[in-house]
């Protein structure tokens, strides 16, 4: 029972770690698209300098005195306009590359989403199960201290030694394989083949027989439907 519990305890926490994760690859993207747009702009700004620049050397172009004036304005045009080129192909590239992180964003932004609405749903239902079984559990522990009062001090601790082992599971029925007798006897906790002396003592003899190989406390079905209830 305590384990349902850690269980459900547990599906909160897991689901917050796959918001987590969500929110951390959604903030990576998030910024690395930023990156990219901040690039685009600088270059873009860059371009529109310089071609401020160029309608200005144009102007000083129509006013050269010499031929030589005219020919180092006219180079020193050309060569902006190359590099005007490269920075309008270097921001066609950012822009291409912005928009598909900006898809992936928005995806991003779709599962994390998605995800803190089914930690609203989960902790919903944890919270509900978490409730009945804190209420199941109380009842269990309750009738356990009843029935505690009833057996021996060396039986009681013997059983919440293995309590503590198996997380509240300590007893194990006795299960009989086969159809007809001879029977082969199993453990109920671990499955693991028992010798028929354990079923032949607690059928004469009120006293504690642990399985070989767990150590759960044994116990027969039929005994355990004649014990009265609460």
Known sequence: MRSKLRTQEYAVAAQQRKIDQAREEWTKLH???????????????????????????????????????YAAIL???????????????????????????????????????AEEERLQKVKQTSAEEIAKL???????????EQAANRVSPEARYAFQRVAEKYDGEAMAVIEA?????????????????????????????????????????LYLQEQAEQMPAG
């Open 31 to 69: 910024d690395t698209h930023m990156e990219k747009r901040k690039g685009t702009d600088r270059l873009e700004l860059d371009l529109a300098e310089k071609e401020e620049l160029v309608a200005k050397m144009r102007t000083a172009l129509n006013s050269a005195r010499t031929n030589k004036e």
């Open 75 to 113: 180079t020193r045009i050309n060569t902006i306009k190359a590099d005007n080129a490269k920075i309008e192909e270097g921001a066609l590239k950012l822009m291409q590359e912005a928009d598909v992180l900006k898809a992936e964003v928005d995806q991003a932004q779709q599962t994390l989403q």
């Open 134 to 144: 804190t209420t199941i559990l109380g009842e269990l522990t309750a009738k356990q």
């Open 177 to 217: 394989q086969g159809e007809k007798p001879p029977h082969t006897y199993v453990c109920g906790g671990c499955f693991m083949g028992l010798n028929a002396e354990h079923r032949n003592a607690l059928q004469v003899r009120d006293e504690i027989r642990t399985c070989d190989n767990c150590g759960r406390i």
